[in-house]
Nanobody
């Protein structure tokens, strides 16, 4: 079992930055690929970014490419999402999720563990 806890959400003005963190406990975190997803009110959950076990490979949704950066520190069992140049359309609950196999996919399927989410609001 892996427990995931997100933090770092909040209210920010458009153009600002936030850094989300996903902290893991339980089984060896470094054996899992980790992704961030988000869900806006009334919309389906959507893929944001994913990072491989060792942090060498990353993949981003087109909507955040160039603005968001995913990174991980396996010594601390954390995966961060640095979000810059935020837009009102980035407003959502953000979730981290872990799976055994890294994939360049937008799908929510295949993720074995999910956190409870952290809320991000970007004001115009």
């Amino acid at each position: 079992q892996v427990q995931l806890v997100e933090s770092g959400g909040g209210l920010v003005q458009a153009g600002g930055s936030l850094r989300l963190s996903c902290a893991a406990s339980g089984r060896t975190f470094s054996t899992y690929a980790v992704a961030w997803f988000r869900q806006a009110p009334g919309k389906e959950r959507e893929f944001v970014a994913v990072i491989s076990r060792g942090g060498v490979s990353t993949y981003y949704a087109d909507s955040v490419k160039g603005r968001f950066t995913i990174s991980r520190d396996n010594a601390k069992d954390t995966v961060d999402l640095q979000m810059n140049s935020l837009k009102p359309e980035d407003t959502a609950d953000y979730y981290c999720a872990a799976r055994c196999i890294y994939t360049n996919s937008y799908s929510t399927k295949g993720y074995d563990y999910w956190g409870q989410g952290t809320s991000v609001t970007v004001s115009p």
